[in-house]
């Protein structure tokens, strides 16, 4: 039991990962007021400089848009991100700031796809999420559709669906389809809970995640990336070379 723990207390000791490496966070919810994000601008100026601490250089921020919820438009997101940089500039944060936005996949984001006023980041990723509850019958068509399209998919927090929980071959089935892969950092931590978790670790083993994100709501979600910094399995994702953030 001693050597057990001897080798524990060393592992506590390893150094935190340096999220630097990644530059861009490229999922998050910092406009203020228009989402289940920050509430106001002084809470976003606050995370604002903790992400700069943390080592970002620059960040996506991805308000929701969704039918039956957030109706966000381009014009509120990008009115948004206005006022924003403007206060960031002001507040002296060294910070980056852009803005895209994380799609509920229902029946108006599916009829919108047509449209050309999708906001996107890198010229070409749509990120998108779909119910916690039910998959949608839907799902493959729409892939197509999103690429069709020209954009290239990715599926928020992937790890985050109790319905793939008992199939993993699922993850693999959206990756052949075209979707890259976008992982929560707290996820790793256990935050979500254990099935949530273990998938992350899969996907992690398996080199299945192309994009690593905060989906930042709040402080308190920053506070649990600090404490996820000694977690192996974060290192090993920032060690593994399939990341694409730091191309954003």
């Known amino acids: 039991m001693a050597f057990f723990k001897f080798f524990k207390a060393k592992e506590a000791l390893l150094p935190p990962a340096?999220?630097?490496?990644?530059?861009?966070?490229?999922?998050?919810?910092?406009?203020?007021g228009i989402d289940d994000g920050s509430e106001n601008m002084h809470e976003t100026l606050d995370l604002l400089a903790e992400m700069a601490a943390l080592g970002y250089k620059k960040v996506i921020t991805t308000p929701h848009i969704m039918s039956d919820g957030y109706r966000n438009t381009p014009e509120i997101i990008l009115g948004g991100l206005e006022k924003v940089r403007e206060a960031v500039k002001e507040a002296g944060i060294e910070i980056e700031v852009e803005a895209a936005a994380e799609y509920y996949f229902d029946y108006d984001f599916e009829k919108s796809l047509f449209q050309k006023d999708k906001l996107i980041w890198g010229g070409k990723y749509l990120l998108w999420e779909m119910s916690f509850v039910n998959k949608p019958e839907t799902i493959n068509k729409g892939i197509f559709e999103m690429i069709t399209q020209g954009y290239k998919?990715?599926?928020?927090?992937?790890?985050?669906?109790?319905?793939?929980?008992?199939?993993?071959?699922?993850?693999?089935?959206?990756?052949?389809?075209?979707?890259?892969?976008?992982?929560?950092?707290?996820?790793?931590?256990?935050?979500?809970?254990?099935?949530?978790?273990?998938?992350?670790?899969?996907?992690?083993?398996?080199?299945?995640?192309?994009?690593?994100?905060?989906?930042?709501?709040?402080?308190?979600?920053?506070?649990?990336?600090?404490?996820?910094?000694?977690e192996k399995y974060l290192r090993?994702?920032?060690?593994?070379?399939?990341?694409l953030n730091a191309t954003l």
């Not at 630097?20 to 998050?28: F, G, N, R, W, Y």
């Not at 998919?153 to 699922?170: C, I, K, T």
């Not at 089935?173 to 890259?180: E, F, K, Q, S, V």
């Not at 090993?236 to 990341?243: C, D, T, V, Y």
Request: glycine share 6%.
């Open 18 to 32: 340096d999220l630097s490496v990644l530059k861009t966070d490229m999922h998050s919810h910092f406009i203020p």
């Open 153 to 230: 998919p990715v599926l928020a927090h992937v790890e985050r669906y109790p319905f793939w929980h008992d199939d993993y071959s699922q993850y693999e089935d959206l990756a052949n389809r075209g979707t890259l892969l976008q992982l929560n950092i707290n996820s790793i931590s256990g935050h979500y809970g254990t099935g949530t978790k273990k998938a992350a670790e899969w996907l992690i083993d398996n080199d299945m995640i192309s994009f690593l994100g905060t989906d930042c709501h709040h402080m308190r979600h920053l506070e649990l990336v600090r404490k996820t910094l000694s």
């Open 236 to 243: 090993k994702i920032l060690a593994s070379g399939k990341l």
